[in-house]
C-alpha cells in the first residue's frame, strides 16, 4: 500500500480550484445581499449538461458518507489511513470547484441546489455490501465511472471553461481509480476467490453513488440520452476495461466460489451489453423520429398561406 500511495502521489499534480472557476462572470444573488433572483433565462448550458453537472455535484457533496464507509471497515493507520485522507482532501476540491463554477456562471437554480445538497448528505451514503474488499470494488468501479461521467459532462456543456475544469477532476478521478485498481490487483494474488466474489456482487448491482438524491431518475435518463453517461459507456468504458486490466478472465486456480462469480460476471456481461445495445438503437430511433418531426414542422411553417 504504501508504494501505491508514494506513486499517486508522484503522479498527481498540485491543482487549485478557484483558478478554475469564472468569478469575473458573477454577481451578487438576491438575499441579504439584495442581488438579482436567479432565472433560468440566465444559464446557457443545454438541460441534460445542467442535470448532469447537478447530479456530478450532488455525487461529489456525500464525500462524508464515502470516506466514513471506507473507514469503517478498515484501519486509519499506516499507509491505508494516510491514504484515505489524502484521497478524501482530494475529493473535497470536486464538489468546491464545481459548485463555484454553478454559481458564478448561474448554470442552476441556486436555491434549489441548496435544498438538494441538505437532502443527499443528510440521507448518507449505504454501501452495497459490507466488508474492505467490496467497498474497494465498489470504489474502483465508481472512480472510473465518475471520471468518463465528468469528462463527458464537459464536453455536453458547450463551454471551454467547464470542460476545462470537469477534465481536471476526471484526470483525478482517475489517478485515484488506479490506486484502488491495484489495491484489487494485489488482493487476487492472497484471495482471489473473495475478491471474484466481491466484484461479482458490485459489478452486478452497482447503482451511481448520487441514485439516492432528488430527482435522480429523470436527470439519469437525460443525461443518458444525451450521450453523457449511459448502459453502452458503462458496459465498453467501465466494466470491461476494469475486469481485462485484473485479466479476471485469465484467471487460474480459482476455487468454486470464485468461479460460481466469474461465471455470473460474464454473464451479468452479456445481458448489459445485449440491453445497452437495444438502448442505443431505441434512442437512435427516437433522435431520427425528432429530427424528422422538426424538419416537417419546419417544411409547414415556411408554405405559402393559402387565400
Known amino acids: 500500500m504504501a508504494g501505491l500511495v508514494d506513486r499517486h502521489v508522484a503522479a498527481a499534480r498540485e491543482w487549485f480550484p478557484h483558478q478554475y472557476v469564472p468569478w469575473s462572470t458573477g454577481r451578487d444573488f438576491d438575499g441579504p445581499l439584495g442581488g438579482e433572483p436567479w432565472k433560468e433565462d440566465q444559464s446557457v448550458l443545454e438541460p441534460a449538461a445542467r442535470s448532469a453537472l447537478i447530479v456530478n455535484l450532488l455525487t461529489e457533496d456525500n464525500l462524508p458518507g464515502y470516506h466514513h464507509a471506507l473507514a469503517v471497515n478498515s484501519t486509519r493507520d499506516g499507509a491505508w489511513g494516510e491514504w484515505l485522507n489524502r484521497w478524501t482532501a482530494e475529493e473535497d476540491r470536486h464538489a468546491s470547484s464545481i459548485r463555484g463554477y454553478l454559481h458564478a456562471t448561474r448554470a442552476v437554480d441556486p436555491v434549489a441546489l441548496e435544498r438538494a445538497r441538505m437532502a443527499q448528505v443528510g440521507a448518507g451514503f449505504e454501501p452495497p455490501a459490507a466488508g474492505f474488499l467490496s467497498g474497494v470494488a465498489y470504489v474502483a468501479l465508481q472512480e ?112 468454486p466460489r470464485g468461479e460460481q462469480a466469474r461465471d455470473s460476471l460474464a454473464a451479468h456481461l452479456g445481458h448489459l451489453d445485449a440491453r445497452a445495445r437495444l438502448f442505443v438503437e431505441r434512442r437512435a430511433q427516437a433522435l431520427a423520429a425528432r429530427r424528422r418531426r422538426a424538419r416537417e414542422d419546419q417544411t409547414a411553417g415556411a408554405a405559402p398561406v393559402a387565400t
Open 144 to 255: 472510473l465511472a465518475t471520471r468518463i461521467s465528468h469528462r463527458n459532462t464537459g464536453r455536453a456543456s458547450g463551454d471551454p471553461l467547464c470542460e476545462r475544469l470537469m477534465t481536471r477532476i476526471a484526470q483525478d478521478e482517475n489517478l485515484h481509480m488506479v490506486v484502488y485498481r491495484e489495491i484489487l490487483r494485489a488482493a487476487l494474488e492472497v484471495a482471489p476467490d473473495q475478491v471474484l466474489v466481491a466484484l461479482e456482487e458490485n459489478v452486478r448491482s452497482f447503482r451511481m453513488p448520487g441514485h439516492a438524491m432528488p430527482g435522480f431518475a429523470p436527470m439519469a435518463a437525460q443525461i443518458a440520452v444525451a450521450g453523457v453517461y449511459d448502459l453502452r459507456l458503462h458496459h465498453d468504458d467501465v466494466l470491461v476495461p476494469l475486469l481485462r486490466s485484473l485479466k479476471i478472465f485469465d484467471l487460474a486456480g480459482l476455487g
